[in-house]
């Protein structure tokens, strides 16, 4: 027999060594189907987003007409609510083949993001709007008429160059929200709180508002931003500032309630929103728009102005809006020149008006003068409303 001594068997793994390896292949994972996940619901937020390449090639063709950029890093961005009525949106009127500007605000952003100015431009003001065309080469001859007439006969892009020839101002991007998406963009973040002085009925526009205070959801909201004709004077520019207390009050639900840092709410916000719109192509990503949100989400809420352009009715039609001059030059150049403006440079009814008020204005753009003033509309003040509700007593 041998005298070497018989070799011990190997000692059987450490039972901690087995538990951690086989933790780290369950992290590994784990961490390749969140990946996974992640990236799935990335590119369908992705592929949520239209991207409006029509209009991007119109405003290439005109390039040589548009006006230049005068401060490098602002940005003017033209927001667009459509009044399109096909699809699911055809519960709030007939699809006649056109559609309308209801809502249209350019968004500037300083250069230092350090301020923002929304400058709402009514429907019903009266401008030159030039020569346009459509996707297709039908044409659209130079007229003068209501402003929202450039969307219904030649879309975004001769409305952008409508914008461009009045102000002066480059717009850098477009978005376009039609109504089904405004309306789930409000449900996703839960309904906006708003305070109204006065009831809110407009049958026309789907709305019965109590008085007080209240959280609107989508339905609700749509119809109190497009309600116009049985409220106040029916005027655009009451509108226009219903519209703003909204806005205003939907920013701060946004911004206050914790929807951007807790990611079981932002999803379905984000799912929304990115559904909701069409962009330029400029702005068609996730990233690009969380570029955008990130530069303006540390502004101060007292930075953030909602204007109106000065305006008064219109010497030849009670029933249309003209510009305040030299009120109104002033303002674009303050704008273009990326200088601060404030709320007081606004004119909401200009002192022009019999008693502060406007005729009510007809729902049908044209390129003329326009019909008169059809009757039915109280004179009465439209009813304020405050966009973030003081606390609770």
Request: proline share 6%; aromatic share 6%; with cysteine.
């Amino acid at each position: 027999m041998s005298d070497r001594p018989t070799p011990e068997a190997d000692p059987p793994p450490a039972p901690r060594r087995h538990w951690l390896r086989w933790a780290a292949i369950a992290c590994a994972v784990l961490v390749l189907l969140v990946s996974g996940v992640g990236w799935v619901l990335y590119q369908r937020l992705n592929g949520n987003i239209s991207t409006d390449e029509d209009t991007a090639a119109l405003l290439r063709k005109y390039e040589s007409e548009r006006p230049t950029v005068r401060v490098k890093g602002a940005q003017n961005i033209l927001l667009i609510g459509s009044d399109d009525r096909a699809g699911r949106n055809g519960r709030y009127g007939r699809d006649v083949g056109t559609q309308r500007s209801d809502t249209t605000i350019v968004l500037h952003l300083s250069r230092g993001r350090d301020r923002a100015t929304a400058l709402s431009i009514p429907r019903d003001l009266m401008v030159q709007i030039p020569h346009c065309e459509r996707a297709g080469g039908k044409r659209q001859q130079p007229v003068f008429g209501q402003f929202n007439y450039a969307y219904e006969k030649a879309g975004a892009a001769c409305t952008i160059r409508t914008v461009e020839k009045l102000t002066g101002i480059r717009i850098d991007h477009h978005l376009i929200v039609d109504f089904d998406g405004f309306k789930r963009l409000v449900d996703a973040v839960g309904g906006v709180e708003m305070c109204l002085t006065a009831p809110v009925r407009d049958p026309r526009a789907r709305v019965h508002l109590p008085a007080g205070r209240q959280v609107l959801n989508g339905e609700e909201a749509l119809g109190f931003v497009r309600a116009r004709y049985t409220l106040g004077n029916g005027s655009d520019t009451q509108r226009i500032a219903r519209q703003q207390a909204f806005l205003s009050s939907l920013v701060h639900k946004v911004h206050d309630s914790g929807v951007l840092l807790n990611p079981t709410r932002l999803y379905p916000v984000l799912d929304a929103a990115t559904s909701a719109l069409t962009t330029d192509p400029g702005l068609n990503s996730l990233r690009d728009l969380y570029n955008l949100v990130r530069g303006v989400r540390s502004i101060p809420s007292d930075k953030v102005e909602f204007l109106t352009v000065p305006r008064r009715s219109f010497r030849e039609n009670a029933a249309r809006d003209e510009l305040v001059q030299p009120a109104a030059d002033l303002l674009f150049a303050q704008l273009r020149e990326d200088r601060p403006v404030t709320s007081k440079q606004s004119t909401v009814e200009a002192r022009g008006n019999t008693g502060g008020a406007n005729p009510a204005k007809d729902d049908k753009a044209g390129a003329s003068q326009g019909r008169q003033a059809r009757s039915g509309a109280s004179s009465a003040a439209s009813p304020p409303a405050r966009g973030v509700c003081g606390k609770r007593r």
